[in-house]
């Protein structure tokens, strides 16, 4: 794997208390247990789509149409709206609301589904939390918007108060979601992935809420902490907060389109070695690479970081990676475009060995940088 020079004091993502290498393999336990239990299904007459193992959402056979869920929660962020409030005054909890939605309808479309019905999870870590009304008004106010934006239903959710398990004063987010795939031949998961195909990445708006434990780190180092002003003059806090981009709006624009992406991947924790979580090995080849948002630069350089580091562990400008046809490259981008998200040819899949080259910084993953399935 080349790698670019990193300073001795720069930071990586298991400095922030977050290392993959522990975390993964209860990852792969959990899937080879879960795995034992798709036959559970037979008496519903549903089955399983055993090729949803091990991607970002699971899907079932519903008969006239595939089912797909997925439950995700927003992580440490929430810390950053809290401190940087007081720099601003913004509460940040509609921006947190959308963040928090984007993790779970994000990855359920990477599985060709339309969103249909959101349930929330809020765990405050008392009762005081709800009493702050700005606050939870954002949280509400953000949380539909983001279901407008989608087009689905918010269902319902669960709002406890954990005393002792979440961090009084603070509140813990999650969200589940159901969608459908019909017709079922807009399933990703049929090995569509072929040679020649062309990798479309979508633009991401900043961190969105990957790899936020280490900027959180990075603030504790920073003489002005959350109130440093990054390169674009805004405070670094403040630029952090920036919601995550919901791109259904994008894919379900595709398929009105007749354009039918072979394969879909949310890049986010992971970083660009999320692009190869397909389960044939193929090479992904980047030569170009999408403009890094300003505040993704700031951590790189004063966290001290190679690109290794860097591209294996935030987005950099890339958040979601289409694979599709060739000839459907163009009228991809257009599309995206339209929904209001920049949009690249960026790379092409190639035969070989897995892995992500990245030709622009000289960066190369392979398949031992990424474990994700049993």
Same mark, same amino acid.
Request: hydrophobic share 45%; with cysteine; net charge negative.
């Given at each position: ?72 929660? /927003? ?8 401190? %940087?409030?007081?720099?601003?005054? @913004?509460? &940040?909890? *509609? !921006? +947190? ?120 780190? /990075? ?8 109130? %440093?002003?990054?390169?674009?003059? @805004?405070? &670094?806090? *403040? !630029? +952090? ?134």
């Amino acid at each position: 794997m080349a790698s670019t020079p990193q300073r001795p004091n720069g930071l990586a993502y298991k400095d922030a208390g977050v290392d993959y290498s522990k975390i993964d393999p209860l990852k792969i336990a959990a899937q080879r247990a879960a795995r034992a239990t798709g036959g559970n299904l037979a008496h519903s007459g549903f089955t399983e789509i055993a090729a949803s193992r091990g991607e970002s959402a699971y899907v079932v056979d519903a008969g006239d149409f595939l089912l797909a869920s997925i439950t995700e929660c /927003l992580g440490t962020k929430v810390l950053i709206a809290d401190a %940087t409030r007081g720099l601003t005054g @913004r509460t &940040y909890f *509609d !921006a +947190l609301a959308q963040d928090t939605l984007a993790m779970a309808i994000n990855d359920i479309i990477t599985v060709g589904a339309t969103p249909i019905s959101v349930q929330a999870y809020w765990a405050a870590g008392s009762s005081e939390w709800f009493d702050d009304a700005p606050r939870a008004q954002d949280l509400v106010n953000g949380w539909k918007a983001a279901c407008d934006r989608c087009g689905v239903s918010w269902g319902g959710g669960e709002t406890p108060s954990l005393g002792g398990v979440v961090e009084a004063g603070t509140i813990d987010l999650a969200a589940s979601c159901i969608g459908i795939v019909r017709p079922k031949e807009r399933s990703t998961l049929v090995n569509r992935l072929k040679v020649g195909d062309a990798i479309v990445l979508l633009a991401s708006s900043g961190i969105h809420a990957n790899g936020v434990s280490l900027a959180r780190k /990075l603030a504790q180092q920073l003489p002005e902490g959350y109130g %440093t002003a990054i390169g674009d003059d @805004r405070l &670094y806090g *403040d !630029a +952090l907060l920036d919601p995550t981009v919901l791109y259904s709006p994008v894919t379900e624009a595709l398929f009105a389109a007749g354009i039918q992406p072979h394969y879909i991947a949310n890049i986010t924790g992971h970083g660009w070695r999320k692009i190869m979580r397909h389960e044939t090995p193929f090479t992904y080849r980047f030569r170009h690479i999408p403009p890094v948002p300003p505040v993704l630069a700031f951590i790189q350089d004063q966290a001290g970081m190679g690109d290794v580091e860097a591209y294996g562990t935030f987005n950099m400008g890339a958040g979601f990676a289409l694979f599709v046809a060739p000839l459907d490259a163009a009228k991809t981008i257009e599309v995206a475009k339209a929904a209001g998200v920049e949009a690249w040819n960026a790379g092409v899949v190639e035969a070989g060995p897995k892995q992500v080259i990245i030709e622009p910084i000289g960066v190369t993953y392979t398949a031992d940088d990424m474990h994700l399935r049993a």
